[in-house]
T-cell receptor, first 114, second 113 residues
Framework: QQQVKQSPQSLIVQKGGISIINCAYENTAFDYFPWYQQFPGKGPALLIAIRPDVSEKKEGRFTISFNKSAKQFSLHIMDSQPGDSATYFCAASSTGAGSYQLTFGKGTKLSVIP | DSGVTQTPKHLITATGQRVTLRCSPRSGDLSVYWYQQSLDQGLQFLIQYYNGEERAKGNILERFSAQQFPDLHSELNLSSLELGDSALYFC????????????FGQGTRLTVV
């Protein structure tokens, strides 16, 4: 079963703090790892993505850390703001295997309090 | 705005009925993906089309079907609806067929009563 396990289920962070969300996968054929942000009533929005040939990717306040040997990756949100309050999904896919579906984690509901 | 357009936004229908959800991908995107989002199952991949042809199938019920037309818009047909089919249905599109850089529409909320 291709699974992506995401934790924690919910997270409360003070404004200005660092939010950290973790994901683990089993399928070693996965080679594309995006993070999506979803606000209530909206569709998931692509935030940042990484390939396994790099260990870290940073875009603004968002950083993905990737550990290939541990089959884990995480999203760090620096200087978290109330506007970051949303549900975050990690995902994974295998771009070379003929089936390019994204397998999603269950999501993390982030609340950033002032 | 992702550029992916889904209609309708909301749909309420009775059990046993059939509905059609429509998706217009971003300009230039050849690939369309359909996902179902429910509270208990999360985001589940249903089916992918690439340039008019079915590319991959996920956990899609036999009562559900989809197609992609020559103008690249896609429709998801849900028939013999059951209460458990109530969910958010998302369409996503990408330029290539490899699932990367997939952009999601705002979804259709289906309520079966």
């Amino acid at each position: 079963q291709q699974q992506v396990k995401q934790s924690p289920q919910s997270l409360i962070v003070q404004k200005g703090g660092i939010s950290i969300i973790n994901c683990a996968y089993e399928n070693t054929a996965f080679d594309y790892f995006p993070w999506y942000q979803q606000f209530p009533g909206k569709g998931p929005a692509l935030l940042i993505a990484i390939r396994p040939d790099v260990s870290e990717k940073k875009e603004g306040r968002f950083t993905i850390s990737f550990n290939k040997s541990a089959k884990q990756f995480s999203l760090h949100i620096m200087d978290s703001q109330p506007g970051d309050s949303a549900t975050y999904f990690c995902a994974a896919s295998s771009t070379g295997a003929g089936s390019y579906q994204l397998t999603f984690g269950k999501g993390t509901k982030l609340s950033v309090i002032p | 705005d992702s550029g992916v357009t889904q209609t309708p936004k909301h749909l309420i229908t009775a059990t046993g009925q059939r509905v059609t959800l429509r998706c217009s991908p971003r300009s230039g995107d050849l690939s369309v993906y359909w996902y179902q989002q429910s509270l208990d199952q999360g985001l589940q991949f249903l089916i992918q089309y690439y340039n008019g042809e079915e590319r991959a199938k996920g956990n899609i019920l036999e009562r559900f079907s989809a197609q992609q037309f020559p103008d690249l818009h896609s429709e998801l047909n849900l028939s013999s609806l059951e209460l458990g089919d109530s969910a958010l249905y998302f369409c996503a599109s990408s330029v290539g067929g490899q699932g990367t850089e997939a952009f999601f529409g705002q979804g259709t909320r289906l309520t079966v009563v």
